[in-house]
């Protein structure tokens, strides 16, 4: 499987964008970009997907890097639920998802 | 919003006894999966489920795993004899089809203690 590389963590404060780097200059041409959280005790939850272009929905933005070598995760507007284990994860042919250690993100009142 | 179910969201269980994890996926989906994650580390891939038989499976899915979809609604992860290493958060997962690399939809997780 092709891996992802991402920051340990990172802090944002309240109602601030941030931004979530994701470097996965192995990918093939036919892998997904997926990004998932993960918020304490809880199971990990789908925030959005991606091939080539840059995608929108409710949650958040994702923003795909010409080359494909390189994501960000945009929040529009951090909040305080927003705090989780975020996973950047490659989703090729064979379906199954490899997660790795994700970044923490911590947002501050 | 469409959820996958989860039962039950703890067991306490002794060692080598037998253990019947259950997941109602949501219902138009087509491919189900195991995952866990034992306290502080990654999600590991267990098994991955599709068309009533099993399609991909982990080293750490030996012969005392098993997994069954025996109604259409329910998948079942059953641990034969369980290990002190078992202890772990069990997450189901389905996903509605592999064209279009949907999302995948997790459940809330079983904890699995064993003592």
């Known amino acids: 499987d092709a891996k992802t590389t991402q920051p340990n963590s990172m802090e944002s404060n309240e109602e601030e964008p941030v931004h979530l780097p994701c470097n996965h200059s192995t990918i093939s041409g036919t892998d997904y970009i997926h990004w998932y959280r993960q918020l304490p005790s809880q199971g990990p939850e789908y925030v959005i997907h991606?091939?080539?272009s840059n995608v929108n929905n409710r949650m958040a933005s994702l923003a795909i890097a010409e080359d494909r070598k390189s994501s960000t995760l945009i929040l529009h507007r951090a909040t305080l639920r927003d705090a989780a284990v975020y996973y950047c994860?490659?989703?090729?042919?064979?379906?199954?998802?490899?997660f790795g250690k994700g970044i923490t993100l911590s947002v501050r009142p | 919003e469409p959820e996958v179910t989860q039962t039950p969201s703890h067991q306490v269980t002794q060692m080598g006894q037998e253990v019947i994890l259950r997941c109602v996926p949501i219902?138009?989906?087509?491919?189900f999966y195991w995952y866990r994650q034992i306290l502080g580390q990654k999600v590991e891939f267990l098994v991955s489920f599709y068309n009533n038989e099993i399609s991909e499976k982990s080293e750490i899915f030996d012969d005392q795993f098993s997994v069954e979809r025996p109604d259409g609604s329910n998948f079942t992860l059953k641990i034969r004899s369980t290990k002190l290493e078992d202890s772990a958060m069990y997450f189901c997962?389905?996903?509605?089809?592999?064209?279009?690399?949907?999302?995948?939809?997790f459940g809330s997780g079983t904890r699995l203690t064993v003592v």
């Open positions: 219902s138009n989906h087509l491919y």
């Open positions: 994860i490659l989703s090729g042919a064979n379906s199954k998802l490899t």
């Open positions: 991606g091939l080539t």
């Open positions: 997962a389905s996903r509605a089809r592999l064209q279009g690399n949907y999302g995948y939809t």
